[in-house]
């Protein structure tokens, strides 16, 4: 059974960075995309940032484009969200997701406050 585990929230400073991780444990699919999506206080659940598995093609939200980098290592099974600029509307819990054909799995989420 596959896990995601992640790491790398905190608190920072607006115009701060952070690198979030997300390490799929268990046996994992050769086909899939890996995403990072937050959700904030009183809003829904939005798509952050997504590469797939083979090809590495990559899908960013408007509000960050140019600001986050995903990355992956398929070797590790693992899934990076480099966060620069940060502002603080950046502030939401992260989650990390995995899909392929029926499958969508969900990491417990990791906090990202972004204050002065």
């Known amino acids: 059974q596959v896990q995601l585990v992640e790491s790398g929230g905190g608190l920072v400073q607006p115009g701060g960075s952070l690198r979030l991780s997300c390490a799929a444990s268990?046996?994992?699919?050769?086909?899939?995309?890996m995403g990072w999506y937050r959700q904030a206080p009183g809003k829904e659940r939005e798509l952050v940032a997504a590469?797939?598995?083979?090809?590495?093609?990559?899908n960013y939200a408007d509000s960050v484009k140019g600001r986050f980098t995903i990355s992956r290592d398929n070797a590790k099974n693992t899934v990076y969200l480099q966060m620069n600029s940060l502002k603080p509307e950046d502030t939401a819990v992260y989650y990390c997701?995995?899909?392929?054909?029926?499958?969508?799995?969900w990491g417990q989420g990791t906090q990202v406050t972004v204050s002065s």
């Open positions: 997701n995995v899909k392929t054909v029926g499958v969508d799995l």
């Open positions: 268990g046996s994992i699919f050769r086909f899939y995309t």
């Open positions: 590469i797939t598995s083979v090809g590495g093609s990559t």
